[in-house]
């Protein structure tokens, strides 16, 4: 099969989508299909492709934090239809989405599109005005109900997008497939003991303490300063238990001052931004992973937990608690003496119950949230996905944002 993958961020950008779609075509290449992926590309003066990459020229956009390109090109439509693509799988909603929507139209083949993120939680980062938000959100409304209109088959890694869709006005069916991560990437018996107690040791961990992982953008959205709250209320000095939080963002100066408010440097450790590709020894180096955020759709960084074996402590998400199996790899909080009761219990297991829970956590995932099952989940999608349009093929659409 020939795939065109749509996407408004790509490398050397790094995030979760950028992860997926990175999974999706090394899987499919290696299986023989062919992949070409579509970005924009700040520094590009040109449409070229590159090593299975179409690099698009764009604009960057620092509110977006992404880039942003023109959803017309002709010299890009030339290029995709060459490439003479079986279906698009489009990932967002401007820019470069709106040219795969508008390509597989022209060349009349079906649509993917996969809803990535609850855009609510977001608009602190791409609107400055609260006055403008109302306006904001009215044309991203537009934008996705003119996208899920020409869409054949609609994905999300959560039950959220469809309660999103609904909020915003949108009839349609979502297909949830769950995000997946390269979980040899995380294995935690790569490293030595010895290996693993020199990095403890540069971050203030002490022998023999207990060490608790988050890792995600230091903004609102995460919630950081809720475990921080939680922490002081239920975790002391003597419990030997430490929190480690790894990422960078807005919140980052404020967060931190917030932990010396709290008293609580010698229990909090800040790491700030850790290059993905040497974030895997933090993992192997700690316990368990936290996560009080509310904002997330099925988190990437959530997923390497488990692939580390870290047993997943999350403040309860009604529509994503089927993510975790409770009581095989992780465990819901609601409070801060829930959260507080659950990491002194597993605190303080044995270095071999450690161990052994290490082991079952991530076999939990390893044959359901690996790379191979995420595309196999996508492939079967896209075969769907041709055989409705093929079936129930409609009469074109006018043009104008509904």
Same mark, same amino acid.
């Given at each position: 099969?020939?795939i ?6 790509y490398?050397?950008i ?7 779609l ?41 509110? =977006? ?16 239809k060459?490439?003479?693509?079986d279906?698009?799988? @489009? ?45 904001v ?9 003119? @996208? ?25 069916d979502?297909?949830? @497939?769950? +995000?997946s ?50 922490w ?52 192997? @180096? ?19 937990? =488990? ?27 609601? +409070? ?9 219990k ?52 006018d043009?104008?944002?509904?």
């Amino acid at each position: 099969m020939r795939i065109v993958l749509c996407t408004e961020s790509y490398l050397p950008i790094l995030n979760g989508v950028v992860t997926f779609l990175q999974m999706l075509s090394k899987e499919w290449t290696k299986d023989g299909h062919e992949v070409l992926i579509i970005a924009p590309d700040h520094t590009a003066r040109r449409n070229y492709i590159k090593d299975g990459v179409l690099h698009c020229p764009a604009v960057k956009s620092e509110q =977006l934090t992404v880039d942003v390109s023109l959803p017309l090109d002709v010299a890009r439509f030339r290029m995709v239809k060459r490439f003479k693509p079986d279906i698009i799988h @489009i990932q967002h909603e401007y820019g470069v989405s709106l040219f795969g929507m508008k390509t597989a139209e022209l060349l009349h083949i079906p649509v993917v599109y996969t809803l990535h993120s609850e855009y609510s939680f977001f608009m602190n980062y791409v609107v400055k005005s609260k006055l403008m938000v109302p306006i904001v959100e009215s044309s991203l409304a537009k934008l996705i109900k003119y @996208i899920v209109k020409r869409a054949t088959v609609v994905t999300s890694p959560s039950r959220k997008a469809k309660v999103y869709f609904d909020s915003i006005g949108v009839d349609t069916d979502v297909t949830v @497939i769950q +995000n997946s991560v390269d979980l040899d990437d995380f294995d935690p018996f790569l490293y030595t003991d010895g290996q693993k107690q020199a990095l403890r040791e540069t971050l203030g961990i002490g022998a023999g303490e207990t060490c608790v992982l988050f890792v995600g953008r230091m903004g609102p959205e995460k919630s950081v300063d809720v475990l921080l709250d939680y922490w002081a209320q239920t975790i002391k000095p003597e419990d030997r238990l430490h929190l480690v939080l790894i990422g960078g963002g807005p919140d980052d100066d404020s967060l931190r001052q917030h932990m010396r408010d709290l008293h609580l440097e010698s229990m909090v450790t800040f790491c700030g931004r850790i290059p993905h590709v040497q974030i895997a020894p933090y993992y192997a @180096i700690c316990d368990l992973y936290i996560t009080a955020s509310l904002s997330e759709m099925h988190s990437v960084s959530m997923l390497e937990g =488990l692939g580390a074996g870290l047993p997943v402590l999350q403040r309860y998400d009604r529509l994503n608690a089927e993510q975790l199996q409770e009581g095989v790899n992780g465990y819901f909080f609601n +409070n801060a003496q829930e959260m507080g009761d659950l990491i002194h219990k597993l605190g303080s297991q044995t270095p071999q119950q450690k161990l052994e829970t290490k082991r079952r956590v991530r076999e939990s995932v390893l044959h359901t949230n690996n790379p191979k099952a995420l595309a196999d989940k996508y492939m079967g999608q896209y075969i769907k996905a041709i055989d409705l349009y093929v079936r129930h093929k409609a009469p074109p659409l006018d043009d104008p944002l509904l």
